[in-house]
């Protein structure tokens, strides 16, 4: 998922929201005035919950959940306002005569407070900030735009508090075959995160509606050949990886899915000129499709419950396959994630959110990924494909994923992706798209 975030970073990331809040100067600029300075303040919100993940050093599916919980809110209580579209999971309609953009300023706030209580200073005078930034209506409205978003906040946070996550699974035993899953160095923890493989989900009908087949049999030639790519490129000392091939293993693990694509989202979200409600449903999206994703994957994990590379390669001896060959010495460039291999969990995310940005945006939409944890670090991309394709070899370079098992994780994302695009907040309109 990501890797631990150092103090250094982490306190960097507040400092530099601090300012924000200070100065108030935005990190995007809108381009139009009306629906875009609703738009500016929608991303502000979006990116406070990003510090926020930083700040609490929330990964992977973690991030996955807060980040579902905090969009969702917001999208329900604009869409309560506007009636645009199909609800998610409020069908109660706001009063007459709310503001929108006071409805997501409310329910982002609440959202994040209930999320996160110890930042909620920080979030007090963001209220403030993006409240005097909202185009100029009456009180009335602006009042009850924020009562409306923080009731929506508030169920839909309700909802989520019986969803599992606080679930303490029972004792997890290796199962000491070849394949199976073992404790991994330096610190040889027992798998995390376990309560995902049965939480509620949040559009999926079951946390395993996605489930993949098996990964390829231990003697098969795409299991050595897998096996041995990762040996090679993803080894602590390979020579066959690149400069450029280490910051990519470096930069994918230095964040959370949710971290790197949302600012994706709000770039585009600016550049394509989204109203109001329409960002609102794509953040929604996004991060639903993140949040689903890190229960899917999670539940796949527990159920097939296989070794990681360092194992596999350490104990090749014991796989049965001609074409793999044992290292007992061999050592991962980045510190192996402490859960299983098949399949990867930051594919899989990475791709459900590429999906949902695919299908608004166009496959061939030009993007960059960077994150304020690695500075100075941009990367690319000529379409969504070509960036989760990065993700993959990330993972292999790493030398904590093989090939197999990333691109069988992305291929759930799309799946994941496409049913919430065909199953949630659609439009009311005739073409209910």
Known sequence: MTARRTAFAAAATAAIFAISLVTGAPALAARDTGHASEVQVLLTWNQ????????????????GRFGAIVQSSVFDAVNGVTGR???????????????????A????????VLLFPSQQATYDALLTQT?????????????????????VADDIAAW???DGFATVPPPYQPTPV??????????????????????????????????????????????????NEVKAYGSLDSAVRTAYGTET????????????????????????????????????????AIGDAGIAVVNAKNYYDTWRPITAIQQADTD??????????????LTTPPFQEYPSAHSGLSGAAAAVLAYQFGNDTKFHISTSLMPGVVHSFDSFTAGVAEVTQARINAGFHFRFSCNTAAAMGRDIAAWIITTQMRSVDRDGR
């Not at 579209?85 to 007459?96: G, I, K, L």
């Not at 409240?131 to 009731?151: H, I, M, N, S, Y």
Request: a negative charge; one cysteine or more; hydrophobic letters at 45%.
């Open 105 to 112: 300023i409310g329910a982002a706030h609440e959202a994040l």
């Open 320 to 333: 049965g396959n001609p074409d793999t060959t044992a290292d007992p010495t061999w050592q991962p460039l």
């Open 131 to 151: 409240l005097a930034e909202l185009p100029r209506c009456d009180q009335g409205a602006v009042d009850r735009g924020l009562a409306w978003g923080t009731k």
């Open 85 to 103: 579209y199909a609800p998610y999971f409020e069908t109660d309609r706001a009063p007459d005569d709310t503001s929108a953009g006071a409805a």
């Open 48 to 63: 406070a919950m990003m510090s926020s993940l930083q700040l609490a050093d929330a990964g992977g599916p973690v991030a």
């Open 178 to 227: 070849p394949g199976r899953w073992q404790p991994t160095p330096p610190l040889f923890g027992l798998p995390v995160l376990r309560q995902f493989a049965t939480m509620v989900p949040f559009t999926m009908t079951s946390p395993a509606q996605f489930l993949p087949p098996p990964p390829p049999a231990l003697t098969s030639a795409r299991y050595a050949q897998d096996v």
């Open 160 to 162: 989520r508090a019986s």
């Open 249 to 288: 293993a470096l930069l994918w693990a230095s964040d959370s899915p949710t971290d790197l694509w949302n600012p994706v989202a709000d770039t585009l979200i600016l550049r394509r000129h989204l109203d109001l409600p329409e960002a609102a449903r794509l953040l929604a999206r996004v991060n639903l």
